[in-house]
C-alpha cells in the first residue's frame, strides 16, 4: 500500500475483506472518505508530472519487471484471488497468467507505439512542411474495477496507463481489493515511482468524488449499467471509457461438432460461477439438434463440481456474496413462475448457487432480457440461423456473442449480422485474448480495452509541424 494510504489508514475504519466462500477474514483495507478524494488527486497530479517523464524504455522495464513478479509469485496471487472472491483455484490460475500477459503486453505497446510521420507534402499547399504527430499522455485516469476479475481487469487499466506515460487513481472494488494492491506493490517494487499509482479504496462515495474532479481527465470503468450510468452523470467534461457488461448469445448450428460445442457452451456458461460479462446466458440451437444438445449440456453440467473453491477439484466456487445468490435464485423463480422449465439446478446454500439450465422462458422476463451474472443458462430452440440472429441480437447491450457450425459461409454470415463486440466462432462467447479489442456494441458502450486500444485511449495526438525546412 501506498504512502498516501498509510497516512489516512491511521485515522479512517477499516473495510474487512472476507471470503465468499465462508465469510472468514481474509485482510482488511482503509475506508476512504468522499472527503479525501482532493487530496488523493494532488497526489496524481505529482505522479503524472513524474510519469510522463519517464523514458519508455523505463516504463518497459518496469511492467516486464512487474510481470516478472507476477509469474514468480503466481502461486500466492492465485490462493489471494480464491480467497476474496471466490473463483475457484484452476480458475485463479489463469487469471494470474492472463495478468502476466497483459503486463507484458503493455511493456511492447510503451516501447513501440509512439507516433508516426505525417506526410504534409501530400496535399497541395503544404510541400514546405514537415512534421509528425507523437502520443502523449492523458494525466490523470481514474481506474475503477470490479471484483469478477481482480487481478487481470486491474492488469488492463494500470498497464495501458503506465505505458501512455500517466498517473492513476485506482479505485478496485471494495469486496476483492487485496489483489489490486498486491500488483501495485509489484509495480513499485519494479521501480515505478509510488505516486504514479495510487490505491482508493472506499466506498460509491468516493468514488463518485474522484469521477467528478476536475484534474481527473479520464474515467476507465468495468461494472455494471447502473454505476455506468451514475459516472457518466457525474463525470463531466472528460474522456469515459467503460466495459459495461452483456447477455451473450452462442448459436449452435446442427452442422455442429455436438461434443466440442457443448464442452466450450459448458465452459462458458459457468466458468466463475457465471460471474462474467462474456459468459455464455442464451444458447439458441437449430432444431434439428435440440434434444441431442439438450441432453448432452445437462448432463454435463451435472457433472460440474459446486463448492470450496480452494478445491482443485472444484469447478463452481461460491457467487461474491449471499445476497448475489439469492438474486439468481429470485430471477430463476420469477422466469419459472411465467412458464419457464427447469432442467437442471436452482439449488442454493448461503452464496453457492448450483449451476442451472431453463428452457422455454419467456423472452420479456429479466432473464432473457437482463443480464443474469451467474451460473445460469438458457436453452432455446431455433428453426433457422435468419431466427438465431433475431433472438440473438434482441438486448440493447452486447459484448461477445458465438456461433458453432461447420459451415464456413453461415459462420461468414453470422459473424457480419451479430451485433457484439466480438464474434467468436467454433468458441463460447467467453473466449478474450488480452491483446484483442475488447467492448461492446450498442446501449451504454464506449471505448475498447486489449492493451493496445486502451493505451491509445489512455493517450491523446500532438502535431509537430515544421514549416520552411527544405531538402535542397
Same mark, same amino acid.
Request: glycine letters at 8%.
Given at each position: ?13 477499516? #473495510? ?15 475506508? &476512504? ?37 507476477? *509469474? ?8 489471494? #484471488? ?37 506526410? +504534409? ?22 481506474? &475503477? ?62 468514488? $463518485?468524488?474522484?469521477?467528478?474532479? /476536475? ?9 455494471? +449499467? ?36 457443448? =464442452? ?17 446466458? /442464451? &444458447?439458441? &440451437? ?13 448432463? $454435463? ?6 463448492? %470450496?473453491?480452494?478445491? =482443485? ?32 439446478? %436452482?439449488?442454493? %446454500? ?8 431453463? *428452457? ?5 422476463? $429479466? ?36 456461433? +458453432?457450425?461447420?459451415?464456413? %459461409? ?5 459473424? $457480419? ?34 492493451? /493496445?486500444?486502451?493505451?491509445? =485511449? ?15
Amino acid at each position: 500500500m501506498n504512502s498516501l494510504s498509510l497516512s489516512i489508514a491511521a485515522d479512517y475504519k477499516a #473495510i474487512t475483506v472476507r471470503s465468499p466462500f465462508d465469510g472468514s477474514k481474509v485482510g482488511e483495507v482503509v475506508d &476512504i472518505p468522499a472527503s479525501s478524494a482532493t487530496t488523493i488527486v494532488d497526489t496524481a497530479i505529482l505522479g503524472a508530472l513524474i510519469a510522463k517523464d519517464l523514458p519508455r524504455h523505463e516504463r518497459a522495464c518496469i511492467l516486464e519487471q512487474a510481470a516478472f513478479s507476477v *509469474e514468480r509469485d503466481k502461486d500466492a496471487f492465485a490462493r489471494l #484471488i480464491v480467497a476474496e472472491s471466490g473463483k475457484t483455484l484452476k480458475q485463479a490460475r489463469k487469471e494470474v497468467l492472463r495478468c502476466v500477459n497483459t503486463l507484458k503486453l503493455s511493456a511492447e505497446e510503451a516501447k513501440r507505439n509512439a507516433g508516426e510521420v505525417i506526410p +504534409f507534402d501530400a496535399y497541395v499547399g503544404s510541400e514546405s512542411r514537415q512534421g509528425w504527430f507523437t502520443r502523449e499522455p492523458l494525466g490523470v485516469i481514474v481506474a &475503477i474495477t470490479p471484483y469478477n476479475d481482480p487481478l487481470n481487469l486491474v492488469a488492463h487499466k494500470l498497464g495501458p496507463a503506465i505505458a501512455g506515460g500517466n498517473a492513476v487513481v485506482l479505485k478496485p472494488s471494495e469486496l476483492t481489493p487485496l489483489s489490486a494492491i498486491k500488483l501495485v506493490d509489484c509495480l513499485i517494487e519494479a521501480g515505478l515511482p509510488p505516486v504514479v499509482v495510487t490505491v482508493a479504496t472506499g466506498g460509491a462515495a468516493l468514488g $463518485k468524488a474522484l469521477v467528478a474532479h /476536475r484534474a481527473v481527465r479520464m474515467v476507465s470503468f468495468t461494472g455494471g +449499467f447502473v454505476t455506468g450510468e451514475q459516472i457518466a452523470r457525474t463525470a463531466g467534461l472528460k474522456k469515459l471509457a467503460m466495459d459495461l457488461g452483456g447477455n451473450a448469445p452462442v448459436i449452435v448450428m446442427a452442422d455442429c461438432d455436438l461434443t466440442e460445442t457443448v =464442452d466450450a457452451c459448458v465452459s462458458g456458461a459457468f466458468w466463475a460461477a457465471g460471474q462474467n460479462c462474456i459468459g455464455t446466458q /442464451r &444458447i439458441l &440451437i437449430e432444431a434439428p439438434l435440440y434434444e441431442a444438445f439438450k441432453t448432452r449440456f445437462v448432463e $454435463k453440467t451435472s457433472q460440474l463440481i459446486v463448492g %470450496n473453491p480452494a478445491d =482443485d477439484q472444484t469447478d463452481v466456487g461460491p457467487m461474491i456474496t449471499e445476497a448475489s445468490a439469492k438474486h439468481a435464485e429470485d430471477v430463476v423463480n420469477d422466469a419459472i413462475a411465467k412458464g419457464a422449465a427447469l432442467l437442471f439446478g %436452482n439449488v442454493r %446454500n448461503g452464496s453457492l448457487y448450483s449451476p442451472t439450465v431453463l *428452457e422455454s422462458v419467456d423472452r420479456h422476463c $429479466k432473464l432473457w432480457c437482463e443480464e443474469v451474472f451467474s451460473p445460469v443458462v438458457i436453452l432455446q430452440s431455433v428453426g433457422s440461423l435468419d431466427e438465431a440472429l433475431k433472438l440473438a441480437n434482441e438486448p440493447e447491450y452486447s459484448l461477445h456473442a458465438g456461433i +458453432f457450425t461447420s459451415n464456413l %459461409n453461415v459462420a461468414m454470415k453470422a459473424a $457480419k449480422r451479430l451485433e457484439a463486440g466480438g464474434v467468436m466462432i467454433n468458441d463460447s462467447s467467453d473466449y478474450r485474448f488480452d491483446a484483442m479489442p475488447f467492448g461492446g456494441f450498442k446501449y451504454g458502450s464506449m471505448g475498447r480495452e486489449g492493451v /493496445r486500444f486502451a493505451y491509445e =485511449d489512455m493517450t491523446q495526438p500532438k502535431v509537430v509541424c515544421i514549416n520552411g525546412v527544405s531538402g535542397n
